[in-house]
Nanobody, 126 residues
Framework: QVQLVESGGGLVQAGGSLRLSCAAS????????MGWFRQVPGKEREFVAY????????AYADSVKGRFTISRDNAKGSVYLHMNSLKPDDTAVYYC???????????????????WGQGTQVTVSS
């Protein structure tokens, strides 16, 4: 089992930056690929970014590519989302998620992750 707790959300002006953190507890964290998702009221939760268990591979949604960076520190049991050049459209609740490798037929872009945090609110004002 892995428990995930996000932090770092808040209110920021457009063009600003935030760093979200996800603290993981549990022995299997280092074998988990990790993702960030976001959700606004009335819409489905959408993929933002993922990073593989080793940190060797990352991927991003087109809407955040070039502005957001995902990273992880397995020794600290943490995953981060560095968000730059924030836009009002980035306003959402951001969720950290983990999926145990190997993932078989599941997709790292999908929502079929094993573990989810409670979310942290990010609000970008114009």
């Amino acid at each position: 089992q892995v428990q995930l707790v996000e932090s770092g959300g808040g209110l920021v002006q457009a063009g600003g930056s935030l760093r979200l953190s996800c603290a993981a507890s549990g022995r299997t964290f280092s074998r988990c690929h990790m993702g960030w998702f976001r959700q606004v009221p009335g819409k489905e939760r959408e993929f933002v970014a993922y990073i593989t268990w080793s940190g060797g591979s990352t991927a991003y949604a087109d809407s955040v590519k070039g502005r957001f960076t995902i990273s992880r520190d397995n020794a600290k049991g943490s995953v981060y989302l560095h968000m730059n050049s924030l836009k009002p459209d980035d306003t959402a609740v951001y969720y950290c998620a983990g999926i145990t490798a190997p993932i078989g037929s599941r997709s790292l872009y999908g929502r079929d992750y094993d573990y989810w945090g409670q979310g942290t609110q990010v609000t970008v004002s114009s």
